[in-house]
C-alpha cells in the first residue's frame, strides 16, 4: 500500500537543540492521545518525538505497544523499558524505512524550524497505512484570530520571539489548519481525523461571532475560486 494511504488523527491543540518536557500535559492530552492510538491500533512499534522525560511512554509500558522514544537530549526520568534514541527533529530521523506501525508527536512541530521534512521523515519511518498521531495549539480558534486582530500575537504566541536565545523553548513556528493540511498532505500523509482534548470556558464568550466567520470565510474562497477560474 503506498505512503499517501497513512493515516494522521490530528488534534489541534522541538525546537533545534532543545527538549521539550511534557510531563504535565494539560487537559489530559496523553489520556486522549493514547485513546486514539488504541482505536486505530491494538499493537505494535510506537515512536514518542519528541518523548522529553518519558510521560507519554509510560503509558506504553504496560500495555501491547513497543515503546520507541526520542529526543534531542536523554532525560534521566525516561523510564526503563523503553528503547530511547538521540535524535533531531529537524534533521534525518535516525531509524530506517517503514519501521513504525505509529508516531505520535505531541506539542513538538510548532518548536522546530523544519516542519516540512519533519513530516516527510515521520511518513518515511512509518509502515504502509502507518498512523500518526500529531498535537499542536489550535491558532484558528476564534479567541486566538480575535487576540491575533487587536495585538499582532496568536494565543500561543503572545509576545515577541526571544532572538537572543539559541535555544528557543517556544513556539517559533505556530501553524493555522490550512498550512499544517498542506503540509500533511505533500509529505505522503493523509488526514483521517481531526480532533481536540479541551475546549476553554473563555471560548464560548466567541460563539457569536461565528456565523458572521462562516459568512466571510465562505465568500473569501468564493472569490478566490472565481479569481482564480478567471485566471487573475
Known amino acids: 500500500m503506498s505512503k ?3 493515516k494522521i488523527p ?3 491543540n522541538l525546537s533545534a537543540n532543545t527538549s521539550i518536557s511534557r510531563e504535565s500535559a494539560p487537559h489530559n492530552t496523553h489520556g486522549k492521545v493514547y485513546a486514539l492510538l488504541r482505536d486505530h491500533l491494538e499493537c505494535g512499534q ?4 519528541p518523548c522529553g522525560s518519558g510521560a507519554f511512554l509510560r503509558r506504553l509500558l504496560d500495555s501491547p505497544f513497543s515503546a520507541w522514544g526520542a529526543d534531542i537530549v536523554h532525560h534521566p526520568a525516561v523510564p526503563e523499558g523503553v528503547v530511547f534514541t538521540l535524535a533531531d527533529m529537524n534533521e534525518t530521523l535516525p531509524f530506517p524505512d517503514a519501521q513504525f506501525d505509529a508516531v505520535v508527536s505531541i506539542k513538538g512541530i510548532e518548536h522546530i524550524r523544519r516542519p516540512f521534512d519533519f513530516l516527510a521523515e515521520c511518513a518515511r519511518i512509518l509502515k504502509p497505512c502507518g498512523l500518526l498521531i500529531l ?4 491558532i484558528s480558534a476564534l479567541r486566538s484570530r480575535w487576540r491575533w ?3 499582532g500575537f496568536h494565543n500561543k504566541g503572545k509576545f515577541p520571539l526571544d532572538e537572543s536565545n539559541p535555544l528557543p523553548r517556544h513556539h517559533i513556528n505556530l501553524l493555522s489548519y490550512p498550512q499544517l ?11 483521517e481525523r481531526r480532533d481536540t482534548n479541551h475546549i476553554k470556558a473563555a471560548s464560548w464568550l466567541y460563539l457569536p461571532l461565528l456565523p458572521l466567520t462562516w459568512l466571510i470565510t465562505r465568500w473569501v474562497l468564493w472569490r478566490g475560486a472565481k479569481n482564480q477560474a478567471l485566471g487573475r
Open 181 to 191: 493540511r498542506y503540509m500533511v498532505h505533500t509529505t505522503g500523509l493523509r488526514i
Open 4 to 6: 499517501e494511504e497513512q
Open 46 to 49: 510506537v515512536l514518542d518525538v
Open 10 to 12: 490530528l488534534s489541534r
Open 149 to 151: 486582530l487587536l495585538t
Open 135 to 138: 498535537t499542536t495549539p489550535n
